[in-house]
């Protein structure tokens, strides 16, 4: 019989097809070899606009619908100081790596060629690199052209036998260099940019010189450029330090890092941890890790133990011997006081725990070994290894007083210290040629790497902000720092829009497609309530009697799904962006503004398509049905809740529309009743408004928020809205609902203040369930201090959990429960303007009643839960970034006032305290050394809380109390940020 | 590891190299084994089967699990019936995929596939001409990579145009995609022309057969989840593919009935006479 094997060489294409070998390991540790096919072909275009014979001769690309693609590379590229006539950059993979800051630069790196090769592999050393590079590739502007290298016969390169990837990928890339070079020199007539390779590489940059292509390292290339000083900063600093100087072993300050083998073994051996590494915001110096085989978390003390883990990172770490063991520190260190005089030139080889650090650790220890009480010491850990590493782009500043008198000047590379405004973030050695020029602004850093060599990690400038404390400044450092997503909308999602603009009006013909199934809802008197000056009104309300004695109840929301369809850009943006962000002077929205603030918006005296609620209700709120639909209404108007408020309370309204906001202000006090017998916790956090000048939009005063009944009201049938749709949409869809739950707190994190409350006020909390602690907070009052209720109810809200969004395959039932809203389960549905979570609510539940179908990604489980992730971040960053605004504005009204104010201590430590300040919701740190000149003896008992000064100035301090304080705004060092400093004027 | 599936829109290029509406390689031969009454090998890629049909013959003892797996297109009760009972059985070799896996005679997506072949098949021979018989049909697969099925019809094709065995016309088939997945919804997505392994993976695709020149679908098999607008362009892309594909085989058949003439393995019959032999 006749063999059916061909040789190779018989078959005609053999010389178009070739093969992709290689060896991949799977997840088990099983490992694979792949062989793919590789078909070579001679239609793929150099995509030169220079280059008529890729545009005339040869068939150009087309798609199934027949649209070519269009040629990207510019034929008048730019020049360089080397290149006049114009060059088209090839980089390599390397480049990518360590500087896709550069390439994403508006000054230069145009025309760039993106090797397939390039590609492949940057998208198997970094995701997140690969999406940028792919997002600049689509980028019109930039110029980014992917030419597939492996896939051109001339350009395919087999790899030899003996000879490593990295090797033959390097081959390959010089080979599309040279195939650029010979290819473009066909062009007639007009001169012929150059192709230029970047790379850091020496070997390949000297094998490239070597065959005659024009090669440069990326500095030297940015050194030809126009702006180049400006530009060699944003190459990071390791990449200098493999040229310049080989390590020299010896002088390495931390230890090494396990191999990742070793730690696999020993997580999974339960000998080694893993899990987040947070450091302690009071501390620098102390971390601490929540690892699933102890209930609590575990401390990290010191910099040596801390082994250059940055707050977030995913670490493995050991627990050490018990003799080791520590408390928690009561003392705050900041590191700006103790390492303020480092140089950051200096090659550290001197001492690495600095003298001062030691000093502060010896006391430490001297305090731990005076005890004789040993359980009290908690477990320590050290980071062995570091899984992944979660650094990103850091906002801060120069630290003035590491700059040298020389840099100031000259143009000469210097290092300095650039301080982030995180306070949990070490200061980053920066290596830069514009100290002078980035002295006193907002700077944008990266975080290259963290030698075993160096005691801070090195970095590389990305751009600057702005000057220090100028608004623009500082907000667009806050929005970066909280990771808000803040550009304008980009094209494709206003495309997304409705054609017709502001004027879009509710279709006047009843058999208009948007009218189908939709209920006509016009002839109720419908109103909405909201924060003056809103004007992305979500919801609005309704009520009336029925004849049978019982009210039907409305609650209409803004019906965005049906303006925001699946799937399309503008949803994808909203679903990353997840959330509205509100600052003090700013509003960051989700959607564009046409829909936000105009076509979804409730607004009055115009129709708008809603989504909306109705129940039946008795007098005493009991509800006898529910149902859902999509509508159109008419809101008769918009009030704000001091004029509902006004209106309710003037009893000589007693027109229509007043008197159902009556009922519905009746009925929601009779919900809040039902809500807080069955546990639910009203729970408390400080809150301010800053009242603004109307024309500057400078800060003028501080209030605080007054809480009226309105608020509640609308609050309350919110509640009851999102519970009811909640049920709806779970029933529905029992796998993908998306709900939101809120876990009980671990008793362990309440174990601080009840003691706390126990001491110093013989108050017991109890814990079981939110109604046993609903029912302990309301016991804690102090007679003669109304607001001691108050400052428990805000410690108490520190200890709980965060609620978050889910789906709701992914959890039990029981977990559903929302433990502060007491409800056993809950969604959000009624902001779905400024919420994407509310969105993707509605879109499930138009799919349970049967408006429209489900749409594949409102039903694919991994899809949502990539989203619930998202939104959970989002929403978290959104308030952080809220607050840090709140606090910024607060800095600012009290620029140059100084008041006196009453306020509470609120945390104790053994050379400092918190004082909370209610009337400007701000709390701040006093230190021992704040006190007086010569800063005072004390005696700190920690069993107690009190903290009694002797000296320079005597005092005695105790947690809860009440004390006089002068506040003055004063310009935090450290962070760069204004804020508040407190002086202790008395005790009382 | 090379990139995935989503790079197509960069430079319409998929991620072997092909265009979107371009096939793989196909080699095929016929009468590979002379002992056989009819058998072919097929490659299409790097998915390489090889098949063999005996048959029409008397049907042999009942078999267990496989042959009615088999069967259950074939119609009538075995040597009974008025028509010839079509059994297919597929072995899948242990080192035709990445990584090396046994499949049982019992495995649901071989007696599935079984099943499909011999409705294909026994709904395009004429399997009336041959009363109270059987046509076996074995088929081995060695490689895979994407598109089996297709393969596998194809290969069969060939085997029963060498076993002689009357038929309708070819029966050819390829698969179709589409460039973007079900969830991204992406309605502008191109459809693609014989997936492999890898589009098959992260690709919605279906099988389609087609008889002969003709636009008749014989066989539609689709077990991924797409966006029905995109079906009708899949669809066509498919029916399309398939005619290439008649061609390639036509003209293997046509290349083997030369050389057995020129051989000398046949005698120059009266209708052959108008073949053209150059």
Redesign the interface.
């Known amino acids: 019989m006749a063999s059916l094997k061909r040789s190779v060489e018989s078959d005609p294409l053999a010389a178009n097809i070739s093969n992709k070998i290689y060896v991949r390991s799977t997840k088990s540790g099983k490992v694979q070899k792949i062989v793919r096919e590789v078909y070579l072909r001679r239609d793929i275009p150099c995509s030169s606009k220079l280059c008529q014979e890729c545009q005339h001769q040869m068939v150009i690309p087309k798609d199934a619908l027949g649209k070519p693609i269009p040629f990207v590379l510019s034929d008048s590229p730019a020049g360089t100081k080397v290149f006049p006539q114009g060059h088209y950059l090839v980089p390599d993979t390397n480049a990518f790596l360590t500087a896709m800051d550069l390439f994403e630069q508006d000054s230069a790196f145009y025309d760039v060629i993106v090797l397939q090769i390039v590609l492949e592999e940057l998208r198997n050393r970094s995701l997140p690199l690969y999406n940028r590079l792919i997002s600049l590739t689509k980028s019109e502007d930039k110029r980014f052209y992917v030419f597939f290298n492996e896939f051109r016969l001339e350009t395919h390169v087999p790899r030899l036998e003996g000879e490593t990837v990295n090797d033959r990928n390097d081959r390959a890339v010089r080979k599309a260099v040279a195939w650029y070079g010979q290819h473009l020199a066909r062009i007639k007539g007009k001169s012929v940019p150059a192709i230029v390779m970047l790379s850091n590489d020496r070997d390949n940059l000297k094998k490239a010189k070597q065959e005659g292509i024009n090669a440069c390292s990326l500095a030297d290339y940015v050194k030809q450029l126009k702006d180049g000083e400006k530009l060699l900063d944003m190459i990071p600093e390791t990449q200098d330090q493999d040229q310049i100087k080989e390590k020299r072993p010896g002088d390495n300050l931390y230890p090494e890092y396990f191999s990742m083998s070793k730690m696999m073994t020993g997580v999974k051996n339960n000998l080694l941890h893993q899990g987040i590494f947070n450091v302690s915001p009071y501390n620098y110096l102390e971390g601490s890790i929540r690892v699933p085989a102890f209930p609590k978390a575990l401390l990290i003390l010191g910099r040596e133990n801390i082994n250059r883990a940055v707050d977030g990172d995913l670490v493995v770490v050991e627990v050490l011997p018990k003799d080791q063991w520590k408390e928690p520190s009561t003392q705050v260190i900041e590191e700006d006081a103790i390492t303020k005089n480092e140089n950051p030139d200096a090659e550290e080889s001197d001492d690495f725990v600095s003298e001062k650090e030691r000093k502060a650790l010896q006391e430490e220890v001297k305090r731990t070994h005076s005890k004789t009480t040993e359980g009290h010491a908690q477990p320590t850990a050290r980071v062995v290894g570091v899984i992944k590493r979660n650094w990103r782009q850091y906002v801060g500043h120069i630290d003035q007083s590491s700059v040298s008198q020389s840099a100031q000047q000259g143009r000469k590379q210097d290092s300095v210290f650039v301080i982030p405004m995180d306070k949990k973030i070490p200061k980053i050695r920066l290596r830069t040629r514009q100290v002078s020029e980035l002295l006193g602004k907002r700077i944008l850093v990266t975080i290259d790497a963290w030698d075993r060599s160096s005691r801070h990690p090195s970095g590389h400038f990305v751009r600057s902000l702005g000057e220090l404390e100028t608004k623009a400044a500082e907000t667009e450092a806050l929005l970066l720092e909280y990771d808000v997503q803040y550009r304008p909308f980009p094209k494709t999602v206003l495309d997304c829009l409705p054609k017709e603009g502001h004027d879009w009006r509710v279709p006047q013909s009843l058999e208009d497609p948007g009218w189908k199934d939709r209920q006509d809802l016009r002839d109720l008197l419908i109103c909405s309530i909201d924060p003056i000056g809103c004007q992305d009104i979500d919801d609005a309300l309704h009520s009336r009697p029925l004849p049978n004695g019982n009210f039907e109840v409305g609650v209409h929301i803004a019906d965005v799904s049906h303006f925001v369809k699946p799937g399309n850009a503008m949803d994808a943006e909203a679903s990353i962006r997840g959330t509205t962000v509100y600052l003090v002077d700013k509003r960051i929205d989700m959607l564009p503004m046409l829909l936000g603030t105009d076509l979804c918006s409730l607004k009055p005296y115009v129709e708008r398509y809603a989504f909306s609620v109705i129940w039946e209700m008795t007098p005493d709120a009991d509800i006898v049905g529910s149902r859902f639909t999509k509508s159109v209404i008419k809101s008769r108007e918009a009030f704000s809740y001091e004029q509902a408020q006004l209106r309710v309370d003037d009893s000589s309204q007693q027109d229509e529309l007043t008197t159902s906001i009556r009922t519905l202000l009746a009925l929601s006090k009779k919900l809040k009743q039902k809500r807080l017998d069955a546990g639910a916790l009203s729970l408390s956090s400080p809150e301010v408004k800053v009242q603004m000048e109307s024309e500057t939009s400078d800060p003028i005063d501080v209030k605080t928020k007054v809480h009226l009944d309105t608020m509640s009201l609308v609050e309350e049938f919110m509640l009851l809205a999102n519970t009811s749709v909640a049920r709806r949409i779970y029933e529905a869809f029992p796998q993908t609902a998306i709900l939101r739950r809120h876990g009980a707190p671990p008793k362990t994190n309440f174990d601080e203040l009840a003691n706390q409350l126990k001491v110093k006020r013989g108050l017991d909390l109890s814990v079981e369930s939110s109604r046993a602690l609903a029912d302990s907070l309301d016991r804690c009052v102090d007679e003669k201090e109304p607001f001691f209720n108050t400052l428990v109810r805000i410690m108490a809200t520190r200890c709980m959990m965060s609620a978050e969004y889910f789906c709701s395959g992914t959890q039990a039932y029981p977990e559903f429960r929302h433990y502060g809203l007491a409800s056993e389960i809950y969604t959000h549905f009624t902001s779905p303007i400024r919420r994407y979570a509310d969105l993707m609510a509605h879109r499930q539940l138009a799919a349970a009643i049967e408006y429209e179908a489900v749409h594949p990604s409102t039903r694919s489980r991994g899809k949502l839960e990539a989203v619930c992730k998202n939104i959970n971040v989002r929403h978290r960053n959104a308030q952080l970034a809220g607050r840090a605004s709140i606090a910024y504005y607060v800095g600012q009204a009290l620029r140059g006032k100084a008041t006196e104010e009453d306020g509470f201590v609120m945390k104790i430590f053994s050379n400092g305290f918190v004082v909370l300040v209610p009337r400007f919701g701000i709390e701040s740190l006093i230190r021992l050394r704040d006190l007086a000149e010569v800063e005072p003896q004390a005696e700190f008992d920690a069993e107690n809380y009190v903290l009694e000064t002797k000296g320079s100035r005597e005092v005695r301090l105790e947690l809860f109390q009440k004390v006089r304080v002068r506040v003055t705004d004063q310009k935090d060092e450290t962070t760069g940020k204004r804020g508040v400093k407190m002086e202790l004027v008395k005790a009382y | ?3 995935d599936t989503s ?1 197509y829109n ?4 998929r ?8 096939l ?2 196909i ?1 095929a ?1 016929i009468r ?3 002992a056989a009454d009819g058998s072919s ?1 097929l490659e299409m ?2 998915t390489k089967v ?1 098949c063999v049909v005996t048959g029409p013959s008397e049907p042999g003892p009942r078999r267990g699990v496989a042959g009615a797996g088999g069967g259950g297109g074939g119609g009538g009760a075995g040597g009974q019936s008025k028509e010839a009972e079509v059994v297919v059985n597929i072995v899948i070799a242990g080192f035709s995929s ?2 090396r896996k046994r499949r049982g005679r019992g495995d649901k997506r071989t007696l599935e596939m079984q099943s499909t072949l011999s409705n294909t098949l026994a709904a395009t021979l004429h399997t009336h001409l041959f009363p109270h018989s059987q046509i076996n049909i074995s088929l081995h697969v060695l490689s895979q ?1 994407g598109s089996l099925l297709a393969a596998l019809i194809n290969a069969a094709t060939l085997a029963c145009v060498d076993a002689g065995i009357p038929m309708t016309d070819y029966v050819t088939a390829c698969t179709a995609g589409s460039t973007s997945t ?5 309605e ?1 997505a ?2 693609l022309l014989d997936l ?1 392994h ?1 589009e098959e993976q992260e690709l919605p695709g279906l099988t389609v057969a087609t008889l002969g020149d003709s636009d008749k679908v014989v066989a539609l098999v689709c077990e991924s ?1 797409v ?1 029905i607008s995109r079906l009708e ?1 899949m669809l066509a ?1 498919g029916v399309d593919g398939c005619k290439q594909v008649r061609e390639i085989l036509d003209q293997v058949i046509k290349a083997q009935g030369q050389k057995m003439i020129l051989e000398g393995t046949v005698d120059k019959g009266t209708g052959l006479n108008d073949m053209d032999l150059d």
């Open positions: 590891m090379p990139l790079t960069l430079a319409l290029l991620v072997d190299g092909r265009r979107w509406n371009e793989r390689r080699h031969q590979t084994q002379a090998y890629g790097h090889m990445v990584d990579d079900y969830a991204a919804n992406d502008g191109d459809p492999n890898q989840r966006q362009g892309v």
